[in-house]
């Protein structure tokens, strides 16, 4: 596609239960990124992927959060046992490699009730 | 670990008049990257700088790369109301990259 598309949008659940973000980043790009922005707030860095290596899972702010990228291409995102404080936008990007500027795509609102 | 520190962390200004974000480091940068996010948008990458000393320009923007290498700055010449939203940098050293806390541009028209 032209650019990095996240689905849903939007996603409202209730607390404890378990949410899938997706992200499919611009194609060929080897890098893909997964941040949490709460409102007014800045980037919170959850994870990388590049290429083959094994991701740098450093952001991730608890086992509750996992994220897997298939095939080099879609990664899906997942929180389990959702918690209030896990409402945020959750920003995909992707990029030609880990030294060039990032895409970003729309962002997926997250709002757990 | 690496820190980065933007400021302002709030700028209001009257269409017209200037604005500059710095970006400062506590390490040597390989490379600081410029994104701009709108309100209710997403952030959209601008530009990166690799060289030290580097000047590059965007019609209004003028980026700078400090000559240690350790910290940067984003200028906005005549502000219009168009350049609201929240500036932020992105700081990689030795693999490993930060994104500062954003610099909130507010235009007066």
Not at chain 1, 54 to 70: I, Q, Y
Not at chain 2, 64 to 71: C, I, L, R, S, T
Request: hydrophobic residues 30%; charged residues 20%.
């Amino acid at each position: 596609g032209a650019g990095v598309s996240q689905s849903p949008s939007n996603k409202v659940t209730e607390k404890g239960k378990d949410v899938e973000l997706r992200c499919d980043p611009i194609s060929g790009h080897t890098a893909l990124y997964w941040y949490r922005q709460s409102l007014g707030q800045g980037l919170e860095f959850l994870i990388y992927f590049q290429g083959n290596s094994a991701p740098d899972k450093s952001g991730l702010p608890s086992d509750r959060f996992s994220a897997e990228r298939t095939g080099g291409s879609v990664s899906t995102l997942t929180i389990q046992r959702t918690q209030q404080e896990d409402s945020a936008v959750y920003l995909c990007a992707s990029s030609l490699g880990g030294r060039k500027g990032l895409f970003f795509g729309s962002g997926t609102q997250l709002s757990v009730l | 670990g690496q820190q980065v520190m933007q400021i302002p962390q709030y700028q209001h200004v009257q269409e017209g008049e200037d604005f500059t974000t710095y970006c400062n480091s506590s390490t040597t940068l390989s490379n600081i990257q410029w994104y701009k996010q709108r309100p209710g948008g997403h952030p959209v990458f601008l530009i990166q700088l690799v060289k030290s000393g580097e000047v590059k320009k965007q019609k209004r923007l003028t980026f700078q790369f400090g000559e240690a290498k350790k910290n940067s700055s984003l200028h906005i010449t005549a502000t219009q109301t168009t350049d609201v939203g929240t500036y932020f940098c992105r700081a990689t050293n030795a693999g490993k990259s930060t994104f500062g806390d954003g610099t909130t541009l507010t235009v007066k028209p």
